[in-house]
């Protein structure tokens, strides 16, 4: 495993659409671990494959109670839009954002192996997907985000920012 460097914006890569995996071998293999290693290393806790320079359909979350891969992930089902906590990216330090997103949704993919899969999401879960896979299709939370801010211009302290 290595730890990759994390492509930053204004970056032309992280407006691209990424391309759907079709081989499952050694190769995805290597980025999934190298991309989770990567995540863990920057603290965040969800990375997309753009994210390190690949454009290919991959993101890896980790909400805290264990990592998750998805291979060409698909949400559907989205349901209970809410204005989440304010949350920030690992391509775009030093920002943070106000983004409407759905708060339950299903997760449609593939595993490391070209598996078939499928999971329900809610709450902060659903938010890191929906943040990923906007990543995936050229989108950043600041396309999103009903206002964009720095850390220090957060008017409620209580609230900490969280980086998907």
Request: with cysteine; net charge negative; aromatic share 4%.
């Amino acid at each position: 495993m290595a730890i990759r460097r994390i492509v930053k914006y204004p970056d032309p890569i992280l407006r691209e659409k990424a391309q759907p995996v079709k081989k499952f071998h050694a190769r995805l293999h290597k980025l999934l671990d190298d991309m989770a290693e990567t995540m863990y290393d920057a603290k965040g806790v969800g990375l997309a494959a753009p994210q390190v320079g690949i454009l290919k359909r991959v993101i890896v979350v980790d909400p805290g109670d264990g990592l998750i891969e998805v291979v060409n992930p698909e949400l559907v089902d989205l349901e209970g839009e809410q204005l989440s906590p304010p949350e920030g990216c690992l391509s775009i330090p030093g920002l943070l954002g106000e983004v409407r997103r759905a708060n339950r949704l299903k997760v449609k993919g593939q595993d490391r192996h070209g598996e078939p899969f499928e999971m329900e999401a809610e709450g902060y879960l659903a938010r890191i997907f929906q943040h990923e896979v906007d990543h995936l299709n050229g989108i950043l939370f600041i396309d999103r985000a009903e206002r964009v801010f720095r850390p220090e211009e957060e008017e409620d302290g209580e609230e900490e920012a969280q980086s998907p």
